[in-house]
C-alpha cells in the first residue's frame, strides 16, 4: 500500500552535535521499510529532554533531529504493517524501538530494555515535517485533542502518567516543577479526586497562578513546605536538591518520584529524612501500554492542554524559552506552512 508522497524532500533540523545549536537541513524522503510508516508531521512537542540531548547530558546519535511528541498523518506504509491506514493520525512517542528479545522485554518491562531505540535521540524525532516510524510503537490519537494540543501529550502526559502510577494511590499529591508535564497531570490527577499541591521556583508568581487556575488546592514555591504532609511527590524539574526537600514534604510512608531522564547530583541529607519508610523511586520511558490507558483516560478527563506554538523555523527560539522557563503549559512546533 503505497501513498502518492512523490520524490519530494523533507525539511528537519538537526543537532550537529552535543553543545550546538538546531540546523535546518534537507534531505530526500525516505522510504518506509517493512513495518514502518512515514508520517507527515503536523506538530511536535518541545520537551526538556531534547535540552539534554543539545546538551549532551544523555547518549544521543549525532547528527539528530530531535523531538519525541510527534503528531502527523500517515503518507505511505512499508510492507507489513498492520492497523493502521492512509491518512489516519497517529502519535510517535519517545520510545520508538525496543528488542522484544531482552529479559526487560520478556518480563513485560518494555521501557527498560536492553537495546532500546529512542525517538529524537537515537533514531531521528519530529523537529521535521516528516519522520519514520515503527508502526508498532505508534498510537492513534483521540479526536478531542488538536494537532498542538496532541503534542505533549506523547511524553509530558505520558512520562507523567507513569510517574502517577509509581507515586501510588495517595490523595495529597505534591509536583515540583510545573512546567508541560505538571499541568497535564495535574488535570488528570484532580480529575481522579485527588488534591495537588504545586511547586515552582521561588517567587514564579505566574506559575503558582497557572497552577490554582487549573485547580490545584495549593501552588508555592520549592522552597516552601506544603500546609499538610503529602502522600506523594513527583519531581520534574531536573534538580537533584529537590529531591531530599520533596522528601521532607512527604508523610511517613510517602514516596518521592523522579520523572526526568536527567538530574543534577542529589546532595546529601539526614538518613532520618528517609527513615519512617519514605522512599525514593525513578520513572524511565514508557511502555505501549502506558501510552494507550494514558491516551484514555486523558480523552476521558476532557484535560485541555496549555500550549505555546511555534513555527519549526523557530525551533531555537522554542527551545530557550523551555531552558529559560518561559513557557506556561508546553511549547509545541507547528509545522504548516514551514515549507
Ligand atoms: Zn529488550
Ligand atoms: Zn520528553
Same mark, same amino acid.
Given at each position: 500500500?503505497?501513498?502518492?508522497?512523490?520524490?519530494?524532500?523533507?525539511?528537519?533540523?538537526?543537532?550537529?552535535?552535543p553543545g550546538q545549536k538546531l540546523q535546518p537541513i534537507d534531505r530526500p524522503l525516505p522510504i518506509p521499510s517493512a513495518g514502518e510508516i512515514l508520517i507527515e508531521?503536523?506538530?511536535?512537542?518541545?520537551?526538556?529532554?531534547?535540552?539534554?540531548?543539545?546538551?549532551?547530558?544523555?547518549?544521543?546519535?549525532?547528527?539528530i533531529v530531535p523531538g519525541h511528541e510527534v503528531i502527523g498523518?500517515?503518507?505511505?506504509?512499508g510492507p507489513g504493517v498492520t492497523g493502521f491506514q492512509l491518512d489516519e493520525r497517529v502519535g510517535v512517542p519517545w520510545l520508538?524501538?525496543?528488542c522484544g528479545t531482552c529479559d526487560y522485554c520478556l518480563r513485560g518491562e518494555e521501557n527498560l530494555c536492553d537495546r532500546p531505540q529512542f525517538t529524537g535521540c537515537t533514531r531521528d524525532g519530529g523537529y521535521a515535517s516528516h519522520i519514520i516510524a515503527d508502526a508498532r510503537y505508534c498510537f492513534l490519537i483521540p479526536a478531542r485533542f488538536s494537532d498542538a494540543e496532541a503534542a505533549p501529550l506523547l511524553c509530558a502526559g505520558l512520562i507523567g502518567w507513569r510517574a502517577l502510577r509509581i507515586a501510588g494511590e495517595g490523595k495529597r499529591l505534591g509536583l515540583y516543577g510545573f512546567g508541560a508535564? =505538571?499541568?497535564? !497531570?495535574a488535570q488528570i490527577a484532580l480529575w481522579q479526586g485527588? /488534591?495537588?499541591?504545586?511547586?515552582?521556583?521561588?517567587?514564579?508568581?505566574?506559575?503558582?497562578?497557572? =497552577?490554582?487556575? !487549573?485547580?490545584?488546592q495549593w501552588a508555592g514555591g520549592?522552597? /516552601?513546605?506544603p500546609p499538610v504532609a503529602l502522600d506523594a511527590a513527583i519531581i520534574f524539574a531536573a534538580i537533584g536538591p529537590l529531591v531530599p526537600i520533596a522528601l521532607k514534604a512527604v508523610r511517613k510512608g510517602g514516596r518521592v518520584v523522579c520523572a526526568g531522564i536527567h538530574m543534577s547530583d542529589i546532595p546529601g541529607f539526614p538518613y532520618a529524612d528517609l527513615w519512617g519508610e519514605r522512599s525514593i523511586a525513578s520513572v524511565a520511558n514508557l511502555t505501549r501500554q502506558d501510552g494507550i490507558e494514558f491516551l484514555a483516560a486523558?480523552?476521558?478527563a476532557g484535560i485541555h492542554p496549555v500550549v505555546e506554538t511555534f513555527p519549526l523555523a523557530d525551533a531555537n527560539i522554542a527551545l530557550g524559552r523551555v531552558r529559560d522557563g518561559q513557557t506556561h503549559g508546553a511549547a509545541v512546533l507547528i509545522m504548516s506552512g514551514a515549507f
Open positions: 500500500m503505497t501513498g502518492d508522497v512523490g520524490k519530494r524532500g523533507y525539511h528537519a533540523m538537526i543537532f550537529p552535535a508531521i503536523a506538530a511536535c512537542g518541545v520537551c526538556r529532554t531534547d535540552l539534554h540531548v543539545q546538551d549532551g547530558d544523555i547518549p544521543a546519535h549525532y547528527p498523518r500517515i503518507r505511505q506504509i520508538g524501538f525496543t508535564a =505538571a499541568h497535564l !497531570l485527588r /488534591e495537588v499541591y504545586a511547586f515552582t521556583k521561588p517567587g514564579d508568581q505566574a506559575g503558582q497562578d497557572f =497552577a490554582r487556575q !487549573l485547580g490545584c520549592s522552597d /516552601e513546605l486523558a480523552d476521558q
